[in-house]
């Protein structure tokens, strides 16, 4: 019998349950936008995916039964207690959701950071492996996963020690070889995951493999294509942002006549369903597998993908509708006013930036005109800044709300120096006094500034890193058939914050159980894909000799 541990420390657990990343302390801010810039900077350099393509590497095999299940997850390795509670629910037998019991899945597919903030062995080790492997430490379940933006911090490094060596931890066995991957499903179904770097450029070899698998579509066969990051949602700022997946489509597999009904992404941490109108195309992002909360309310109820730019003037375009989120729209817009107490209290050191900030902004106003003007042409370039566009450009409304969260700041600063002119106090105590005060004042006008901004969709990623929220979690559980594929969408509203160990559980149970049982359910019903169209039975009822020479046709077309 392998090892079960006794209780939940270190030395029994083998690694170390970690804390939510806090993304707005100065440290954190600091590493992670240093370490964005060098990876952006040198990753033309420290490309792994040129060392990976010695590595020979064929399209996988998961076609031999008449049904198969495949559980999809992403944006995983942060706090414990959210990454436990996904990763626990997807290693049970089986999930009763929605009146359904829904078996797990065979082969489990990570679309993207694996790991926060930043890959190395340590975070991969502690925040993602040992979780998992204490979920599922014996039943034997194949592994394939992507890189996001954060496991390319290091140019694939670690990420590669984890998943293309062939390792296996706990009952997850990896197979893959490079950084992408193509997999042969059932019925004439396929499943490309591929490797984008930075939304940058997809390499030549990766091309060349992706080509090489295609070689065995057949006209009407149908491809679950899963990228790292839902770039049909910033279409409307950036027009080519969806480009690369739209090439990718058009030149690997509509080539053969072959279809996408389905594209998987991450990178959002939320659930957000598109559906093509008047097509059968689906847009399903779902970036819940342990990362704080991605808001909901800023994301728009139609969007088009591809859109027509003077480089692209033949692009089919197509329209798609929100049709379900999680959170809710209207929980989510909640969640954005709890800034006001979480930023602060969560996130301490940044409460203490803004005390030293403040404090310097308003002794550069007491020393007269020229350092005033100074401090306010430095803070308003600061709120400028700090009102990045993200994917997109930067437009007149990141000019406008960067300017007035700058001068905000600016009118902070000179009230607290009226204060302490007109302060009969001596020496250094009302600065003592000061400094807490407008630390927290200034704090608040950062989270007051980020609330509006979010409304217009700027900085919606700081405001709602600033609450790390570690509830309203999600995965999708995906049934692929003879009827084709069924997409059941699971959350969790409320993730696990008490644990125990089960040291007397059979092999293969979890290692750690919860205190109080997590509760998932379906987000929305179960979707087919293409859907069947009202009127058509759950699964078609067909002849036996029908299906037989079905069978016997398809058996033959793949042996050539």
């Known amino acids: 019998m392998s090892h079960r541990p006794r209780d939940l420390s270190p030395e029994e657990l083998r690694f170390i349950p970690q804390r939510p990343v806090r993304w707005m302390s100065p440290r954190t801010l600091t590493e992670t936008a240093a370490r964005l810039g060098l990876a952006r900077l040198l990753g033309g350099y420290l490309d792994k995916r040129e060392i990976f393509e010695s590595r020979r590497q064929e399209v996988f095999a998961h076609d031999r039964d008449e049904e198969l299940w495949i559980d999809y997850v992403a944006d995983i390795g942060d706090g414990f207690d959210a990454t436990y509670s996904i990763a626990h629910l997807m290693a049970q037998p089986d999930l009763e959701v929605g009146g359904r019991r829904l078996p797990r899945g065979s082969v489990l597919v990570m679309g993207g950071d694996e790991v926060y903030p930043a890959a190395n062995w340590r975070e991969y ?72 770097q930075f939304d940058a450029h997809l390499d030549r070899p990766q091309l060349e493999y992706f080509k090489r698998a295609a070689g065995e579509l057949q006209a009407g066969d149908q491809v679950i294509l899963c990228v790292p990051q839902p770039s049909w949602v910033w279409t409307e700022d950036n027009p080519r942002s969806y ?72 692009a089919v375009q197509r329209r798609y509708r929100l049709t379900g989120t999680y959170p809710s729209r209207a929980r989510s817009l909640r969640y954005a006013f709890g800034i006001f107490g979480r930023l ?24 007269g005109p020229g350092t005033f003007a100074a401090a306010a042409v430095v803070l308003l370039a600061a709120g400028v800044g700090f009102a990045h566009p993200g994917q997109g450009t930067r437009t007149l409304k990141h000019y406008v709300l960067g300017l007035a969260h700058g001068a905000a700041q600016v009118g902070l600063a000179w009230a607290g120096a009226r204060v302490l002119r007109e302060t ?45 929220i570690i509830d309203q979690k999600c995965f999708l559980r995906i049934r692929v058939a ?68 079905a069978q016997a046709e398809e058996w033959f077309n793949r042996s050539g």
């Open 125 to 196: 080790e502690h925040r993602m492996k040992g979780p998992y492997e204490a979920a599922n430490p014996e039943t034997e379940v194949s592994l394939y996963a992507i890189p996001g933006n954060h496991d390319w911090f290091d140019g694939l490094t670690a990420f590669g020690r984890q998943f293309i060596e062939g390792r296996r931890w706990g009952g997850y066995r990896t197979a893959q070889t490079r950084s992408y991957f193509a997999l042969r499903l059932p019925h004439r179904w396929w499943l490309y995951a591929v490797d984008a």
């Open 344 to 367: 602060p209290w969560l996130n301490k050191g940044f409460t203490v930036l803004m005390s030293a900030i403040m404090l310097i902004a308003t002794v550069s106003i007491l020393e």
């Open 424 to 468: 009969p106090w001596e020496d250094f105590w009302p600065y003592v006094a000061y400094l807490p005060v407008a630390g927290l004042v200034g704090t608040w006008l950062v989270g007051l500034y980020l609330v509006v901004a979010n409304r217009f969709g700027v900085n919606a990623n700081e405001l709602f890193a600033g609450l790390s």
């Open 243 to 314: 480009d690369r997946i739209d090439h990718f489509i058009r030149d690997v597999v509509a080539e053969h006549e072959a279809e996408v009904p389905l594209i998987l992404t991450g990178d959002r941490h939320h659930y957000a369903h598109y559906a093509q109108i008047g097509g059968s195309r689906h847009l399903v992002t779902a970036g819940g597998g342990g990362a704080y909360l991605s808001p909901t309310h800023n994301l728009p109820d139609e969007l088009t993908a591809p859109r027509k730019t003077v480089s692209e003037p033949d």
């Open 482 to 549: 003879r009827d084709g594929v069924t997409v059941f969408p699971i959350g969790l509203d409320r993730s696990g914050r008490e644990w125990t160990a089960d040291p007397d559980g059979a092999s293969s149970d979890s290692w750690i159980k919860p205190v109080e049982p997590l509760s998932p359910r379906l987000i929305e019903e179960g979707f087919r894909v293409p859907d069947p169209g009202p009127g058509h039975d759950a699964v078609p009822r067909q002849r036996p000799f029908r299906r037989l020479v």
